[in-house]
């Protein structure tokens, strides 16, 4: 079992940054690879970013390409989602989610957070 913590969400103008934290506990966390997926109002659960156990493969959209880092450090348990020149578009819940190799599909992901809410006002 893996339990997943996110925080770092918050209110943001357009063009600014946040930087979101997964906490992760359970003794096969270093094991999975981690992922960020964002959900927006009336809209379909789509994938962000993916990072390999081992940090040494990482995986982004197209729309936030350039923009934002996925970084973990397995010491800390953590994995983290830099986002830098946000715009109103990126709005939407960030959940963090872990699984067995990388996916782009929510449905392929074992373990969940309960989501951070990120809001970017233009």
């Known amino acids: 079992q893996v339990q997943l913590v996110e925080s770092g969400g918050g209110l943001v103008q357009a063009g600014g940054s946040l930087r979101l934290s997964c906490v992760a506990s359970g003794r096969t966390y270093r094991s999975y690879t981690m992922a960020w997926f964002r959900e927006a109002p009336e809209k379909e659960r789509e994938f962000v970013a993916a990072i390999s156990w081992s940090g040494g493969s990482t995986y982004y959209a197209d729309s936030v390409k350039g923009r934002f880092t996925i970084s973990r450090d397995n010491a800390k348990n953590t994995v983290y989602l830099q986002m830098n020149s946000l715009k109103p578009e990126d709005t939407a819940v960030y959940y963090c989610?872990?699984?067995?190799?990388?996916?782009?599909?929510?449905?392929?992901?074992?373990?969940w957070g309960q989501g951070t809410q990120v809001t970017v006002s233009s």
């Open positions: 989610a872990a699984g067995p190799r990388y996916y782009s599909d929510y449905l392929k992901y074992d373990y």
